[in-house]
């Protein structure tokens, strides 16, 4: 079996954003010389997701309004009283980053099938920033033969 260990840095730019992470993704499956195995992604960011959707511009508008809707920036949450945290005073009021990447994921695990990765027509893995802008780095391995 082989492995393979990547790292991938991601430069964000806006409070929320995507990054279709799916043509790296690919080229590394190339490198790696896995035709038959797994390819999985890891963010270590709590304010970061990983998911397998649509990379279509109104649906990630969607998903925005739907996050923020769900977990509203400034609700009065206990994670944004910086005052009686013991943090840098300069501390980001993100509790709202956090809980909407409690409601996605940190980790995917795509299948690689005839040394391509096995996603759906229109499914792409998108790194999903919450609170950016920010450097983020996103861990892959993959195994296979």
Do not use: K
């Amino acid at each position: 079996m082989r492995t393979a260990h990547y790292t991938l840095p991601v430069r964000t730019g806006a409070a929320f954003e995507t990054h279709d992470l799916t043509p790296r993704l690919r080229e590394l499956v190339r490198e790696a010389g896995v035709r038959e195995g797994l390819a999985v992604a890891s963010c270590g960011h709590t304010t970061t997701a990983l998911v397998v959707n649509e990379n279509e511009p109104r649906l990630v508008e969607d998903l925005r309004r739907f996050l923020t809707r769900l977990a509203p920036p400034g609700a009065g949450y206990l994670h944004d009283d910086i005052e009686l945290r013991d943090c840098p005073p300069d501390e980001p009021r993100n509790a709202h980053a956090h809980l909407a990447a409690m409601l996605l994921n940190s980790t995917e695990v795509i299948a690689i099938a005839g040394g391509e990765l096995a996603l759906g027509t229109w499914q792409s893995l998108l790194l999903v920033e919450l609170d950016g802008p920010r450097e983020r780095t996103v861990r892959v391995q993959i195994l296979g033969q």
